[in-house]
């Protein structure tokens, strides 16, 4: 049974505003276009309940709500900012769903798209599913309206029409039938031809022929009524995921000073931190690549023992892997022929979410003092996580191993020994292969 969600945000654009600024809920937002300062283009629910609406002058809104108490805030709207904001709160609604998709075909249709089948009982179904998406965007301050339904149409129609609403499967054309044409994502022009025939909601549409339909508004309103009902297919392109950042500097020639590799390797360190923070991600396996005159490359890989995105830490490691770089070696040419580097790069081949953990305080440690606090703390962890990486460095991934807790019936084998690296060694049993007696017998008396 297919369950698809539908976020409508519709006022997404002020709410961003409101965050960003950090302004509290009473207060008024007019935003106006760039280049056009007089003429209000969004505004916020407040300005709206004082008269306020798209369209106006910036004065003749002032003077609406120049009579309330409330404290009014004027800002540019900016559409490609409100994309940004939007993309990131798909990536979180990845909790819910691995299928997201977003909708920004016109100002004030802003939603999110969830392909939940397989989902909801994680959530205690569907309808609870719904409940805590919309209670935990209202604790972010984004005003929105969840509906849940078998068919995206009717999803979309069930966030327009209800606060958080679950239409059962096979109830669609039961829900659509009260439903004003206007949630059948049509074209303005195609609902205005329908009001004027006073055809204001879906059920009227069922009492006339599809082929009266097709000629007086076109094929458009057929297929919206049929994937609605889900009669129709309806193809949705979802959101990838994001790719694996990569950041690298092109020199405008050939470069043989290690000094010059170091700097901008750090430079691009700094770079990826900043990427991988944005993504709220950590680097697991990272590579170096140093492009020569020729196009060979000589590559240096590195792994850590957990997710990392802070950049001392990748530096440390860093360090290590440029003081054995052979530029030499690095195209056909020598040092002495004017051979180098002509490009670096730092790619990201592996990362895994960030866990949000409170940081130890210094006073706190010593306070309680380092035995207590020390050892418990995230300074311990990535002490020990950098130590283990810079064996690593040093030795090799494959010379490195740690205890693996396994799921079994027998105790001996409860503990393995798996390697930190990415090769083909298989784990090793702690046991060493001991031999285990089917029936211990008890210990005769003497």
């Known amino acids: 049974m297919r369950r698809i969600v539908c976020v409508w945000l519709p006022d997404w654009s002020v709410d961003v505003v409101r965050r960003r600024k950090r302004l509290e809920r009473k207060t008024i937002v007019l935003l106006v276009a760039s280049g056009l300062e007089d003429e209000v283009v969004r505004c916020c629910q407040n300005a709206r309940e004082l008269g306020v609406f798209p369209g106006i002058s910036i004065a003749h809104a002032h003077a609406l709500i120049g009579e309330s108490n409330n404290k009014s805030v004027v800002d540019v709207y900016d559409q490609a900012c409100d994309r ?66 078998g068919t995206v149409g009717c999803a979309w129609a069930a966030s327009r029409c209800k606060y958080q609403h679950c239409v059962e499967s096979g109830d669609e054309r039961l829900f659509l039938r009260g439903c004003p044409v206007s949630s059948l994502r049509l074209k303005p022009s195609c609902i205005e031809s329908l009001h004027e025939v006073g055809l204001n909601e879906i059920g009227m549409l069922w009492n006339i022929s ?57 430079m691009l360190c700094h770079e990826l931190s900043c990427v991988l923070h944005d993504h709220r991600k950590g680097a697991v396996r ?129 503990s393995w020994l798996d390697s930190s690296g990415d090769s083909d060694i298989e784990q090793q049993s702690y046991s060493l292969g001991l031999f285990r007696p089917s029936l211990v017998l008890d210990v005769p008396e003497l």
């Not at 140093?290 to 490359?297: A, F, M, N, R, T």
């Open 286 to 414: 990272l590579l170096l690549r140093c492009l020569g005159v020729d196009g060979l490359e000589v590559r240096r890989e590195l792994c850590v023992s957990h997710p990392v995105c802070d950049e001392s830490h990748w530096w440390s490691l860093l360090q290590l892997e440029i003081e054995s770089l052979d530029l030499k070696g690095v195209g056909q040419y020598s040092r002495a022929h004017f051979g180098g580097v002509e490009e670096v790069a730092l790619e990201v081949l592996s990362w895994e979410p960030m866990q949000h953990e409170q940081a130890v305080l210094l006073s706190d440690e010593i306070s309680n003092g380092i035995e207590e606090s020390y050892f418990g703390s995230n300074l311990f962890r990535g002490e020990v996580g950098l130590f283990v990486d810079r064996l690593r460095s040093r030795i090799g991934n494959d010379c490195v191993w740690s205890m693996k807790s396994v799921a079994t019936h027998l105790p001996e084998e409860a």
């Open 210 to 266: 599809r082929s009266e339909l097709a000629t007086r508004f076109g094929l458009g309103l057929i297929r919206r009524l049929d994937q609605a009902l889900g009669t129709v297919p309806e193809v949705v392109s979802w959101l990838d995921e994001a790719p694996l950042p990569c950041v690298l500097k092109r020199f405008a020639g050939p470069v043989v000073c290690l000094e010059t590799i170091r700097s901008v390797c750090r």
């Open 84 to 149: 940004l904001a939007l993309l990131g709160l798909a990536r979180w609604a990845r909790r819910y769903s691995p299928r997201v998709v977003v909708n920004q075909d016109k100002p004030g249709d802003e939603a999110l798209i969830l392909d939940a089948t397989g989902c909801t009982h994680l959530f205690g179904g569907a309808s609870s599913m719904v409940q805590q998406i919309g209670a935990s965007l209202q604790r972010f301050g984004i005003h929105a309206s969840v509906g849940c339904a």
